[in-house]
């Protein structure tokens, strides 16, 4: 079953961010069509595609991650022996869900502060800038989890388990 949760997830996080990618686009072909088709230049196409471009970022990270498509360097490590590879990836792992706990919470406060505050053109609450922060956070982190046991029950003889993601 949470197998079958995590996969709805990952599809929510697919679609949500495909209309992110689709909104920038429309929103920029506004912005080019008034500036130069018409020669009135709109303020609020740009803000607003900065905005959705920030949820497009921290929504894309936990597909990225699943994905495999994430930064890793692993030319040192995969040099040494397969124990000590074990525990570097246990250890990195801990640590990135760590900072990423602390991202959370960083980015709840954030929100809790930005309620009042207004963007400049748009008038939108600045904590809808900063919501995507805490929910890409927990995604990500929830899928270190989820890689991490998968790692810890395959090295320590629970043999392989199936599931979302690689």
Do not use: C
Request: glycine fraction near 12%; avoid cysteine; proline fraction near 4%.
């Amino acid at each position: 079953m949470l197998d079958r949760i995590g996969r709805n997830a990952l599809l929510i996080l697919e679609i949500v961010t495909g209309g992110a990618v689709l909104a920038i686009a429309v929103i920029l072909l506004i912005q080019v069509l008034s500036r130069y088709g018409f020669q009135y230049p709109m303020a609020w196409p740009e803000e607003a595609a900065g905005f959705v471009f920030v949820w497009l970022i921290f929504l894309g990270a936990p597909l990225a991650y699943w994905g495999g498509s994430l930064i890793g360097i692993h030319v040192f490590v995969e040099t040494l022996p397969k124990r000590f590879q074990n525990v570097i990836y246990v250890l990195t792992n801990l640590i990135v869900i760590s900072f990423l706990v602390f991202l959370f919470f960083q980015g709840m406060e954030a929100i809790g502060q930005s309620w009042n505050k207004r963007t400049t053109v748009l008038q939108f609450s600045y904590a809808w800038i900063y919501m995507p922060l805490p929910i890409g956070v927990a995604a990500l982190a929830v899928g270190y989890a989820i890689k991490l046991v998968r790692h810890l029950r395959r090295v320590l003889g629970g043999g392989a388990s199936g599931g979302i993601g690689p």
